[in-house]
């Protein structure tokens, strides 16, 4: 089993729908989780983390954790095609070492 | 957030050759860690770079195709050696920083090196 999972896609919704992405993690002891933003040709880059079961909130973004089933989630309401992209969850395991998912691709329809 | 650069930031090599990727932050961190992503793949961490001491390698990674210097807290090579093309990938550095309201530190990346081994 993977340490970080998510669906590869590709995602693809229309402007202005809300697109949801899923990540689940193997390590129980993890108590933060990162979600990464990378467009085409370019590095990742923050975009929220959370470490508090229940939602987090950021603008337009989401971040849900339900430790329980080990699964975090973000939530991008209004999308838009700006925010095409891949979007990587990082969960860092209770050796403080980070690992990341494979990411999810994401296509905003105009 | 940390500034960090990488140079080059693309480059086309010969199979058998070797090519140093320098990255370079704007502040001084204990480690610097550098980071393969190929093609449709998600990062693997491929060594930790503390200064002062030997950098420590990812399981699959090895000293002889990846050396990596460390010279001082703001600075740090990888040495990609005796090319093959399946050492074509992009090549990050990234360091730790503190992050408001986080229980950790988070990972900040340079803007990666492009690799292509023809």
């Known amino acids: 089993q993977k340490e970080v999972e998510q669906n590869s896609g590709p995602l693809s919704v229309p402007e202005g729908a809300i697109a949801s992405l899923n990540c689940t993690y193997s390590d129980r002891g993890s108590q933060s989780f990162f979600w990464y933003r990378q467009y085409s040709g370019k590095s990742p880059e923050l975009i929220m983390f959370i470490y508090s079961n229940g939602d987090k909130e950021d603008g337009r973004f989401t971040a849900q954790l339900n430790k329980a089933s080990q699964y975090v989630s973000l939530l991008i309401r209004d999308s838009q095609p700006s925010d095409s992209a891949t979007y990587l969850c990082a969960v860092p395991n209770t050796g403080n070492q980070f690992y990341f998912g494979t990411g999810t691709s994401l296509t905003v329809i105009p | 957030s940390a500034v960090i650069s990488q140079k080059p930031s693309r480059d086309i090599c010969q199979r058998g050759t070797s090519l140093t990727i320098q990255c370079q932050v704007d502040s001084q961190v204990t480690m610097m860690f550098w980071y393969r992503q190929q093609p449709g793949q998600s990062l693997t961490l491929i060594a930790t770079?503390?200064?002062?001491?030997?950098?420590?390698?990812e399981s699959g990674f090895v000293i002889d195709k990846f050396p990596i210097s460390r010279p001082n807290l703001t600075f740090s090579t990888l040495t990609v050696s005796n090319m093959s093309p399946e050492d074509s990938s992009i090549y990050l550095c990234?360091?730790?920083?503190?992050?408001?309201?986080?229980?950790?530190?988070?990972?900040?990346f340079g803007p990666g090196t492009r690799l292509l081994v023809l």
């Open positions: 990234s360091v730790e920083r503190s992050l408001r309201g986080a229980a950790r530190e988070t990972q900040y």
């Open positions: 770079a503390n200064q002062g001491s030997e950098a420590t390698y």
